[in-house]
Each structure stands twice: as structure tokens, then as C-alpha cells.
């Protein structure tokens, strides 16, 4: 019904910058929250950032100040903007979204098949 499709991973220098994007498809009326999570190896997922369909934001507070999430709701994407990025930020990012159906009308989330991001000089 729904898809998410990330981009923009790759790898990176320490300090380095890098810019995510999702793109959702498929029966979207509209989608309330949308936010990215990432597992490193090994380990759970974690919630990285969020974004609310008025602009409010979180943040988990180890990236505050070097990530920044944003929206375009008239094209359904979300990107995340990851500066000053460390070895430690290496991990899959995940894009997610709670997405109101079209047709049906129900409500679900739904998340992407992730991107490898790796910060490594």
C-alpha cells in the first residue's frame, strides 16, 4: 500500500556532512509524524529524529545541534541533514512514517528499507 524509499547514504570523513532523504508512495492521504531511527551493528534501533505534520520537532539529544529533520508536505518527503558526523553515527538509517490511508481510510506506519550510512576516515 505504502512505500518509503530512502537515499543519500554513503560513506563519509569524520566531520563530514550528509543529507537523507525519504520519499513516500502509494495510497497516502496524508501523513501525521514522519521521523528516522538507525541501528548500528549490533545493536537495537534507536530513534534518531522526528518530525510532526506542523513542523515540531525532536530529537534524541546526542545529535541536537548537528541533525536537523525537515518536511516538504506538499511532496510527502523527509530529510535529515547530518553534519559533524562521527564513527559513531555509522549505522542504517531508517525513514518512517504514520500515514493516513487513502480509500480505506485507516492509519498505519510504515518504514523504509533503511540506508547505510558509515562514517570512517
Known amino acids: 500500500q505504502v512505500q518509503l524509499v530512502e537515499s543519500g547514504g554513503g560513506l563519509v570523513q569524520p566531520g563530514g556532512s550528509l543529507r537523507l532523504s525519504c520519499a513516500p508512495s502509494?495510497?497516502?492521504?496524508?501523513?501525521?509524524?514522519m521521523g528516522w531511527y538507525r541501528q548500528a551493528p549490533g545493536k537495537q534501533r534507536e530513534f534518531v529524529a522526528s518530525i510532526s505534520a506542523t513542523g515540531s520537532t525532536n530529537y534524541v539529544d546526542s545529535m541536537k545541534g548537528r541533525f536537523t529533520i525537515s518536511r516538504d508536505n506538499a511532496k510527502n518527503t523527509v530529510d535529515l541533514q547530518m553534519n559533524s558526523l562521527k564513527p559513531e553515527d555509522t549505522a542504517v538509517y531508517y525513514c518512517?512514517?504514520?500515514?493516513?490511508?487513502?480509500?480505506?481510510?485507516?492509519?498505519?506506519?510504515?518504514w523504509g528499507q533503511g540506508t547505510q550510512v558509515t562514517v570512517s576516515s
Open positions: 518512517n512514517a504514520d500515514v493516513h490511508l487513502a480509500g480505506s481510510g485507516g492509519r498505519d506506519t510504515y
Open positions: 502509494g495510497s497516502i492521504f496524508s501523513i501525521y509524524a
